[in-house]
């Protein structure tokens, strides 16, 4: 695998990891209302579960694209359409307000957040989506097994660095003030930038 290979799969995947979704909502809400500690320990969660859906999409669709090449053809398609269907939603609802927790809400421990990170990432369809459509029309089919591993590695990192830093700054009551007042315009912002990308996925 070529670095510009690996290169465009951290970039599209690092463009899905930060577009908000039910992870961002579920991550902001932890670190508003518990604080640091299990927010940092529900991102673990969730770098976890985008390995595991990396790892399931690279082992059992190459399987099923050496079988029946149209399907990763099929499914590349469908992936770009996802993005762009992902982009609208967020345009669409980049006026909302932030999510705020319920007040009084305890803070969990941090082995109970990360097993909801875990448990919430692998029931949330916007992964399995992009995982099982997006990925995999990225990932060469003859790629090397130690670069397979490499971006499995990558997805976790990633993943797991995006939601510590969300869990940081939406600790910090300024940082919340400072993203709420910015909201719409860097909501927008990302939609186009994952249309784009979904665009250039769905094309031949």
């Known amino acids: 695998m070529t670095p510009l290979a690996f290169a465009a799969i951290a970039m599209v995947h690092l463009l899905a990891a930060i577009s908000p979704g039910p992870s961002f909502v579920l991550a902001v809400r932890t670190a508003a209302g518990e604080g640091l500690r299990p927010a940092l320990a529900l991102a673990a969660g969730f770098g976890l579960g985008a390995a595991l859906w990396a ?5 059992g ?8 090449p149209l399907a990763f053809t099929i499914l590349k398609v469908l992936g770009g359409l996802f993005l762009v269907w992902l982009a609208i939603s967020m345009w669409r609802d980049a006026p909302n307000p932030m999510p705020r927790a319920a007040p009084g809400t305890p803070p969990r421990s941090a082995l109970a957040a990360f097993r909801l990170g875990l448990v919430s990432f692998l029931a949330n369809p916007k992964p399995a989506v992009f995982f099982g459509a997006v990925f995999v029309g990225l990932v060469p089919g003859d790629a090397p097994l130690w670069s397979l591993a490499l971006v499995v590695a990558n997805v976790a990192l990633v993943e797991t660095i995006w939601y510590a830093a969300v869990a940081r700054a939406f600790s910090l009551p300024r940082a919340r003030a400072a993203y709420a007042r910015f909201k719409t315009a860097m909501d927008r912002m990302l939609g186009v930038g994952l249309g784009l990308l979904g665009i250039r996925i769905a094309l031949p």
Not at 55 to 59: G, H, P, Q
Not at 61 to 68: E, G, N, P, S, W
């Open 61 to 68: 669709l190459a399987i099923l694209f050496d079988l029946v």
């Open 55 to 59: 790892l399931a999409a690279i082992t």
